[in-house]
Structures are given as C-alpha cells and as structure tokens.
C-alpha cells in the first residue's frame, strides 16, 4: 500500500491507525514524552529504562531507517520516572521517503496520546562563535526541504488545516532547559536552525547563504517532524548538537565519519542535559 499518496489521506490514516492499534496492544503504557534521536546520539537509550523494545521493521507500516549510526529501534520506558517514547534513529529525505511518510511515527505518537517531543539531532554549526561539541537550544527554524508532511488533503481529526508556527519550540519547555542546562553547569547556546533536503552536503556558497539567511546551524533532519508535531497539538523542545563549524570564507572538507565523532563526544552532556528536562517534567509544579 502506497502511504505517501498525498490525495489519499484515508491510506495514510489507515497506516497510522494500523501502527497505533499494533502498538496499543504491546506497549505498558502511553509515553508522554516522545524523544527522537539523530546521528551519532543513539547511546542515551543507556540512561532509560527500558520496558519494552521493538525493531522498526517490526511494526506495521513503519518506514525503515538506511542511515549510518541510526540504530532503528523503538524503545519504551522510564526516564527518571517520566514515561518515555525512545527512537533511535530518524528517517530522512534524502533517503528517498516523502515528508509525509518519514513523520509518520510521530503521527503515531500523537494518536497514542504522547504530548511532548523533545527532538535531537547532530548539526553543521553555521554561527562562527559556536565550536565543534557545544549543545544549541532550537529556537525557531527555516524549512528549505522542498516538501511538506501537511501537503495534500488535511485530516480534520489530526490538527488544523493552517497551523500556527509562530512558537513551534515551546517556550516553557525551552525555560525548562535553559534552567537545567545553568543548573548543570552546561553551556546551552541559542539559534536558529535550518533543514535543507541533502544528503550533499553544503557548499561555501550554499553555507554562506545559510547565514545569511539568519540560521545558526543546518542539517538534513527534525523539521518535518516538527510540523507534524506542532499540527498534533504537541509540544516540542529541540535540541542540536554542533558537529562541526565552517567558516565559507575558510571552508574545510566536511566527513561525515568527524561528524558522528563529535556527536558521541557531546552525547554525555546531552544525556545529562536530556535526564534533568525529563525529571524536571515529572516534578510537580
């Protein structure tokens, strides 16, 4: 069944009651905080525990993740006593699946009840006072993937036809980490990110038009599934890890191997960082 057939939103709903039915009877308990992570940050699944795990290729309907260092599991469980929706690894784009398809599991957390996404992922610093390893605070994005998860017929029962996304990255939540961030002693930043189509990476031209442009750090994921999420009346934090910073006026080559190294390097400050906004959801008040 072809589930990306945007004029056809009845088959896609059909795949997602399907995953959500195949879940419903499996899983303990309904996550209320669905976390999603990029490249090189899978290993923070070792700070949860784990009550229930599942391979993607297991579940009815879901895409499969091609990407290096995206393991390809749903986890659920317990993060300092918050219920919590793992996913190690995300789908891209550039991997050939529509925008539609690729945001599906957050469709289905959404049915599931999940209120909360926090999404991370590993990125090109585009701001040249960032540095290789430090953690960026997303506070609003551009879109320049050249497709969008909302395009084609709405379903009424899903969200609005015309969401709002003057505050895509809830403010609270954002308090939230910047407090545990100082707390911590962590060096959070703050930007602007952009999501471009890849897997190319990008030019000094192209980089240079990126900053331009007012973003502060660019990759070729989490943007489609903020859209999603913000349509399903979600809140969502984003989170950013700085891989590397280029500067277009002294561009160097860009591995994607260096940039899976700088994630896991900052993958302790992020789990850290990740563990105190997730007890802090539990906390009263």
């Known amino acids: 069944m072809n589930v990306d057939m945007n004029g056809q939103p009845e088959e896609y709903k059909k795949a997602v009651d399907r995953c959500v039915s195949h879940l419903t009877g499996r899983i303990p308990f309904t996550p209320d905080v669905c976390l999603m992570l990029g490249t090189g940050l899978g290993g923070i699944a070792g700070a949860m525990d784990v009550a229930w795990s599942s391979p993607y290729r297991d579940i009815p309907g879901f895409p499969v993740s091609t990407a290096p260092e995206h393991a390809g599991k749903l986890l659920i469980g317990t993060m300092g006593g918050t219920r919590v929706a793992l996913f190690q690894g995300r789908f891209h784009y550039y991997e050939g699946y529509s925008a539609r398809r690729l945001t599906l599991p957050v469709r289905v957390m959404a049915s599931l009840g999940t209120g909360i996404m926090i999404a991370c992922n590993a990125a090109g610093g585009l701001n040249l006072d960032f540095c290789s390893g430090d953690l960026m605070l997303i506070k609003d994005h551009i879109n320049l993937i050249p497709d969008n998860p909302l395009r084609g017929a709405n379903v009424e029962g899903w969200g609005p036809r015309f969401p709002d996304m003057s505050c895509a990255y809830d403010r609270g939540l954002r308090k939230i980490a910047l407090e545990a961030a100082a707390n911590r002693g962590i060096d959070l930043k703050e930007g602007v990110f952009v999501a471009v189509p890849g897997p190319s990476l990008e030019t000094p031209a192209e980089t240079r038009f ?42 160097e080559p860009i591995l994607i191997e260096d940039v899976v190294a700088q994630a896991r390097k900052a993958e302790k400050r992020l789990e850290e960082l990740l563990a105190s906004v997730i007890v802090s959801l539990n906390s009263p008040g």
Do not use: T
Not at 211 to 235: N, T, W
């Open 210 to 251: 990126l900053r331009m442009a007012g973003a502060d750090a660019v990759a070729m994921s989490l943007v489609p599934e903020v859209i999603v999420a913000v349509h399903s009346g979600m809140k969502i934090l984003g989170i950013s890890v700085i891989a590397n910073v280029n500067n277009p006026d002294a561009f």
